[in-house]
């Protein structure tokens, strides 16, 4: 079992420790685990920007290193690889890209989390789009996520369709045109897109993405990797088996794990 996504307390919307993700994974006999907890804010003047959904700047530095310190405890157990998940801000990630250029990271992850000034998980959001506009939202959500992986980086893209998250209609609406332009443009950058078992903590349920864009995913060959997104240890690898069993069902043969931002294939199972 592999598991590329994690959080943590320092977060500050998370709980336990990176040791008790850690101490959990081996319990569970995950063979791959990825600690890739919230990048801070690096483009704010402030430390601490937003506390309760990121660590400080200041505290970045004892992360990668207690990390990288649990990577050597458990060599001989488990593989820990080093990560971060950053925000995509288009025309703002030089920030980013520098603060992030002087740790030795086995791969980020890219996703977005804020899309038009807003949280996509606040339900307040949809209020004000009428049903008649929620293909062309959609559309321009899956374009903002196309962007994320055109510009080449991140290795993992997060969460592809999260904007359901708190929106359950919003997943039947169908966006076939930007849908695509997502997909190839994930599969041209060199990044793979992540089966995150996250959905089942909001309203929608299910996973990110859903059967179909899975699917779509699979004709177009976009290489895949498993995330739990766990917030609280016990989510670690959460509905494994299932993700196994569908996606060999839909034809997917292998994991893509990244090493020193290097990657490399696992078989699924």
Same mark, same amino acid.
């Given at each position: 079992m592999i598991d590329l996504h994690t959080h943590h307390q320092r977060c500050g919307h998370a709980t336990g420790s990176l040791?008790?993700?850690?101490?959990?994974a081996l319990e569970k006999g995950v063979k791959v685990l990825g600690l890739s907890d919230h990048t801070p804010m690096f483009a704010s003047k402030e430390d601490h920007a937003l506390p309760p959904v990121a660590m400080p700047k200041s505290e970045f530095p004892s992360y990668v290193a207690e990390a $990288?310190?649990?990577?050597?405890?458990f060599e001989n157990s488990i593989e820990i690889l080093v990560s971060t998940e950053a925000d995509y801000f288009h025309g703002r990630m030089d920030a980013y890209t520098e603060a992030l250029? *002087?740790? =030795? $990271?086995?791969?980020?992850? *890219?996703?977005?989390?804020?899309?038009e000034g807003r949280d996509i998980f606040d339900v307040t959001r949809w209020e004000a789009v009428e049903e008649n506009d929620l293909a062309a939202v959609k559309a321009r959500y899956f374009r903002a996520v196309a962007a994320c992986a055109q510009s080449r980086l991140f290795h993992v893209i997060g969460h592809v369709d999260a904007l359901k998250g708190n929106y359950p209609n919003l997943d039947a609406v169908p966006a076939p045109a930007a849908t695509d332009e997502m997909l190839l443009a994930i599969r041209n950058s060199g990044a793979v897109m992540e089966v995150n078992t996250s959905g089942g903590t909001k309203q929608c349920g299910g996973w990110y993405p859903n059967f179909d864009l899975l699917e779509r995913a699979h004709h177009f060959q976009v290489p895949i990797t498993f995330a739990s997104d766990a917030h609280v240890p016990e989510r670690i690898c959460d509905q494994y =088996?299932?993700?196994?069993?569908? $996606?060999?069902?839909? *034809?997917?043969?292998?994991?893509?794990?990244?090493?020193?931002q290097e990657a490399r294939e696992y078989p699924l199972c």
């Open positions: 040791r008790d993700y850690v101490v959990e $990288l310190a649990l990577k050597a405890e250029g *002087g740790y =030795p $990271l086995d791969y980020v992850i *890219g996703s977005l989390h804020m899309f =088996p299932e993700v196994v069993r569908v $996606l060999s069902d839909i *034809g997917f043969k292998a994991w893509t794990v990244f090493r020193n």
